[in-house]
C-alpha cells in the first residue's frame, strides 16, 4: 500500500464516487450511513492506496474497501439499535425501489453478488477475484440469490393483486 496524491485522488473520487455511493446505500439502506462510508472510503484511498494502479485494480479494491466499510458499520452495536428517517419517507423512484427492497431482503453475500452482477456489469469471474471467493461458489450464490429474489418477487406481486 502507498500514498495517493491529492489530484489523483480527486480524480478517482470523481470517477467511482457514484459507484461507491450506490454500493454503500445498496449494503445500508440508508442515505446518511451511505455518505459516512463515503468519507471513509476517500479517506483509505489517500492513505492506504493499493500500489497497482490501474483502472480495474482501483474499481475492484474501492469496491472491496467498501463492502468492508459497510460490514463493519453493520456490525456495531448501535447501528442495530437505531430506526432510519427512510422509513418514514418515500423513495424518489418508485420503479426501482421493490425491486431494491427485495434485494435488500437477501442474505448480504448474496445482495453483493446480484448487485455486482446486474448493476455493476461484473462477470461471475470478476466478481469471484473482488471478493476473495471461489468462481463455483459466486455462480452457485448467483443462482441461489435469482432464486430467492424471483420468489420474493412473486410473493409481492401477489399481495398487491
Not at 466499510?69 to 439499535?81: E, G, I, T, Y
Request: glycine content about 2%.
Amino acid at each position: 500500500m502507498s500514498k495517493l496524491g491529492t489530484e489523483e485522488a480527486e480524480q478517482i473520487i470523481r470517477q467511482y464516487s457514484d459507484m461507491i455511493y450506490r454500493i454503500a446505500v445498496h449494503n445500508l439502506g440508508n442515505t446518511a450511513d451511505a455518505e459516512d462510508i463515503m468519507q471513509e472510503v476517500c479517506i483509505t484511498l489517500l492513505t492506504k492506496c493499493p500500489k497497482q494502479r490501474d483502472s480495474e485494480h482501483i474499481k475492484a479494491w474501492l469496491i472491496r474497501v467498501t463492502i468492508n466499510k459497510c460490514n463493519s458499520l453493520r456490525r456495531l452495536v448501535w447501528h442495530s439499535r437505531r430506526e432510519s428517517l427512510e422509513d418514514y419517507t418515500h423513495l424518489q423512484a418508485p420503479e426501482h425501489s421493490e425491486v431494491m427492497e427485495e434485494i435488500r431482503q437477501l442474505p448480504k453475500d448474496y445482495r453483493n453478488i446480484i448487485y455486482l452482477y446486474y448493476y455493476e456489469s461484473y462477470t461471475i469471474a470478476e466478481i469471484a477475484k473482488i471478493l476473495g471467493k471461489n468462481q463455483n461458489t459466486v455462480s452457485s450464490y448467483l443462482q441461489r440469490a435469482r432464486k430467492k429474489l424471483k420468489v420474493l418477487l412473486t410473493e409481492g406481486e401477489d399481495s398487491r393483486a
